[in-house]
């Protein structure tokens, strides 16, 4: 299918600088010119390492061993050099923990609920802190969880402790019951409400937490990817004239990578606060 | 036909043109968003003691928007 836009003005000049527009989509979309725009397959690397088993290594599954490396020197030299008197380190680390304790167990679970889930929360979000911050990284340049399989697995962590807290805490039928019923809606709702809290409970939870996170990061890096691939093509293979949008593109990429590090802490911080508010959810009994 | 003489074809579209649909996808949770946080602004305003309260809710919100924002990203690479 083509979609042609047609026009009648036949000034030179608007027809050169139009035909030089055409030439750098043309150049943007086609294969024949320098410029290679990312595509889907930055995400799906070949095979390094052990190709062909179930082991298989690939650049992402790299990049997920050295930020799980990093994250646990990080928390290593936190806790051995920890004193009473904080110093910059430590107080860094601190303030991450102590932030995922009180401004999202806490402020979601209340105080004394939140003790239990502290743990499974913070874990959660310093290691999707430090699976994101993977993006922008020069050298490895792509998130970890940009990938389904980290933030499916994720997602299922999130699934299983939220239906094992409602469990836990109301009894199989008094979590279902809790959870498909909700009460103080007159009984013939229930069969259009009851099929929508199951899909909502069972399904649509668990699937959005794994795909928004997925899909955040693979926006990030295709957006970084642009710019920088962008600045290569304008100062080194554009036209004379051109080299000037390199300079845009560069701050461009400068700007995006300032916003992917807002991005993957504000996607960690969603992660976490909506498994606590799924897990209060479920562990709270309705009057 | 003077008329025909004289049009240039200014840009043509090759590959799906659904992927126009993807772009339009973005609209309604950009709305979404733009609601979601000035009423949270406005909330904050009237009554800045609550601003923690409100701002926790606003990005449970936010989270539940941007997801189908993002549905229309995943299409796009999902169905070319």
């Known amino acids: ?287 | 036909m003077a008329l025909a003489e004289t049009t240039t074809v200014l840009a043509e579209v090759s590959g799906n043109i659904a992927t126009i649909g993807y772009g339009l996808a973005v609209l309604g949770p950009g709305i979404g968003l733009g609601i979601l946080i000035g009423k949270t602004v406005e909330g904050i305003a009237r009554q800045p003691e609550v601003a923690g309260q409100l701002r926790t809710t606003m990005f449970i919100g936010i989270g539940f928007v941007e997801v189908l924002g993002l549905l229309g990203l995943i299409t796009g690479f999902l169905f070319k």
């Open chain 1, 1 to 287: 299918m083509s979609a042609v836009t047609r026009s009648c003005g036949t000034a030179d000049d608007s027809e050169n600088a139009l035909s030089s527009l055409a030439m750098i989509v043309s150049r943007a979309t086609g294969d024949g010119g320098g410029f290679h725009a990312p595509t889907i397959g930055d995400i799906f690397p070949g095979p390094i390492l052990f190709d062909g088993t179930v082991f298989e290594i690939n650049r992402l599954q790299i990049v997920r061993f050295v930020a799980a490396a990093a994250l646990i020197v990080v928390f290593v030299i936190a806790a051995r050099r920890a004193t009473l008197v904080p110093g910059r380190f430590q107080n860094v680390v601190e303030m991450i923990l102590d932030f995922v304790r009180v401004n999202v167990a806490e402020e979601i679970l209340g105080k004394e609920k939140a003790s239990k889930f502290v743990a499974l929360l913070t874990t959660m979000f310093c290691a999707i802190l430090m699976f994101n911050l993977m993006g922008i990284v020069p050298g490895l340049n792509v998130a970890a969880t940009a990938l389904i399989g980290l933030p499916l697995m994720l997602a299922a962590w999130t699934y299983v402790s939220y239906l094992s807290a409602g469990v836990r805490e109301l009894g199989v039928g008094g979590f279902l019951k809790n959870s498909l019923f909700p009460p103080g809606v007159p009984p013939f709702l229930y069969v259009l409400l009851t099929p929508v809290e199951f899909l909502q409970v069972f399904i649509i939870r668990p699937a959005t937490l794994a795909l928004r996170l997925m899909a955040n990061m693979v926006s990030g890096h295709l957006m970084l990817a642009l710019c920088f691939s962008a600045t290569q093509y304008f100062l080194f293979e554009a036209a004379p004239a051109m080299k000037g949008f390199g300079a845009l593109t560069v701050v461009g990429a400068l700007i995006f990578t300032l916003f992917e590090v807002f991005v993957a802490t504000l996607q960690a911080y969603i992660f976490v606060i909506l498994t606590a508010v799924y897990i209060n959810l479920s562990i709270e009994k309705e009057h």
